[in-house]
Each structure stands twice: as C-alpha cells, then as structure tokens.
C-alpha cells in the first residue's frame, strides 16, 4: 500500500516531517518513513510507492556497515522488536519504521562534498580567487578553474544550519565551531569525512559516484552518535560511473526526475504543486530501487 500518512492514536506523534513521521516511545523513537516526496521546499501530492521502505532498508544498511567507526541511534527495523502496543499497526510500520534511540540533536548539517556540484558549484563560480590563486568555499581551499561535476582534490566538509523553515543556509566551519564548540566541531568533521571516504570508495566498487551527502549526529549522553537517515537518495547524490562525465550534470539515482518535471510544468513554487504523472512516479521509483539494488546488493520487496 502506499503511505502518505500515518494514524497511530496509541502513541504521541512528536513531529511530521517533509518524509518522515516521528512517535514518542519514552526512552526511545518511531521513525516511520512514508512514500512522501518533496521539492523545492513542498511535499507533493502524489507520492513515490514503497519509497519509505527503500529509505528504511538503505539507512538501516549503512547504520550497520559503519557501526565500528562510529555508534548510530538505530535499535531496530524488524517489526517483531517493536513495542506490543505497535501490533495493531502492523500495516503503517513493517517495513518503514526504524525504532531508536532518543539522542539530542545537534542543530548543524554535517555535509561532505566530494564533487562540485549543486549549492557548492553555485557558490564556487560566485566567488574569486585569493592572491593565491585558490577560492576559498566555506573554509576550504580549491583550486581556481574547476567544472562542473569535477571530482575535488579531496572531499570537503560544508556544514549547514538547520532552520525550521526555508532552505538550510551552508556556514564556514568557523561559524559552525561558535555554534557547536571547537571540539565537538573538530570531532563532527572527522567523522563526517571519514564516513563519506569509505562509503564512496564502497560505492564505486558498484558502480555509483557519491557526489555529495548529509549527515546529522546528536548527543547520547556524552557519547556522540549518527541519527535520521544516512547514504540514501533523499540525503545524497548519486551518480552512475558509467554516465559520469566533467562539465555536466549526470543523471542521479535521486528525484531529478521530479525536479526536473516540475520545473517545465509551468508551477510557479508559490502556490501547491501539482500531482506527478504516472510515468514520473514509475521512473522515480524505478531509479530509488535501483540504488538500493546496487548499494545494498539485493531487491526490496
């Protein structure tokens, strides 16, 4: 069935987000991802099939995959683990649903970017080069003259804010080490950078460019743990290798596809946006199972 949006009485829905339904469990959290979509800052009417299980399955991959470099929120996806007074909403939450744990999160998007593309690119051509010939983006030196696509020297670290409405504003990292502090700051770049590192070196070896990613972290105690979602096509960019090419902007395993179609749909982004054709939601479906296929080695049912 799809899932647009979930009713579960039983249980306090602490906050209904562009994808995702969050429900207090005490200690502990229900993140459902629904078959939402979204863009430019509107959730669409017409929802992506099945796209919160893929969501789920890819994230709960990951979580597992880099539990030794760093301790993740996630307790489980599998329905028989959940909480007795969830049975009665087997239909919402098998599947979808990740219980965790309840950390306090950290207000900063944590973003590394391997690839220019996107807000870095845009940002990138707006500024100069410094008397050494190097422009500085967000902190980060880069060589003048790079292109579209082209793959950086190394991956950089290009935190956001986190803001309650409107688009997340890219900040230095010196802004970031005010809001945080110096060494939680120092710490969330490491582990970001390095996360990345090995998740694009895992992905190539299957054929897919990681181009750009979030992450989000919070606090456990002392203990510093990664939460929400991680690697998957709402919260990445992903490139096919074998269309990868400098000076243009590959196809994407992500929703391009609707971006793409609402933009030449005439919608003014002021007003609701309008409903997705089927061939639109059948090939942005198509393009998120694939992803999944790829990454995590086998078909979601």
């Given at each position: 069935m799809n899932l647009v949006?979930?009713?579960?009485?039983?249980?306090?829905?602490?906050?209904?987000?562009?994808?995702?339904?969050?429900?207090?469990?005490?200690?502990?959290?229900?993140?459902?991802?629904?078959?939402?979509?979204?863009a430019f800052d509107w959730i669409l009417p017409t929802p992506i099939p099945g796209k919160g299980k893929i969501l789920t399955s890819m994230s709960a991959f990951w979580f597992k995959k880099f539990e030794n470099m760093v301790p993740n929120h996630l307790i489980s996806t599998c329905f028989a683990d959940f909480p007795e007074i969830l049975r009665p909403f087997r239909e919402q939450v098998e599947g979808r649903s990740m219980l965790v744990r309840k950390a306090k999160r950290i207000d900063v998007e944590c973003v590394a970017r391997g690839y220019l593309v996107g807000s870095g690119y845009k940002d990138y051509i707006e500024l100069q080069p410094g008397p050494d010939g190097f422009v500085n983006l967000h902190g980060n030196p880069l060589p003048a003259g790079l292109k579209l696509a082209e793959r950086l020297p190394q991956p950089i670290f290009t935190p956001a804010t986190k803001e309650e409405s409107g688009h997340d504003r890219n900040i230095g990292y010196s802004e970031m080490a005010g809001l945080v502090g110096s060494e939680l700051a120092f710490r969330l770049r490491k582990i970001t950078l390095d996360i990345y590192s090995a998740a694009s070196e895992y992905a190539l070896s299957k054929g897919i460019i990681i181009a750009d990613t979030k992450f989000?972290?919070?606090?456990?105690?002392?203990?510093?743990?990664?939460?929400?979602?991680?690697l998957s096509p709402d919260s990445s960019r992903f490139w096919p290798l074998?269309?990868?090419?400098?000076?243009s902007n590959p196809p994407s395993y992500d929703k391009q596809l609707v971006r793409d179609w609402l933009e030449q749909s005439g919608w003014d982004k002021q007003s609701p946006p309008p409903g997705l054709p089927d061939e639109i939601v059948g090939e942005t479906l198509k393009i998120y199972r694939e992803a999944h296929r790829l990454l995590v080695g086998k078909e979601i049912d």
């Open positions: 949006k979930t009713d579960i009485p039983a249980i306090p829905l602490l906050n209904r987000g562009k994808v995702r339904d969050i429900y207090d469990l005490g200690e502990n959290l229900l993140i459902i991802a629904t078959d939402r979509i979204s989000e972290f919070g606090l456990l105690g002392d203990e510093l743990i990664l939460i929400d979602e991680i074998s269309s990868y090419k400098v000076g």
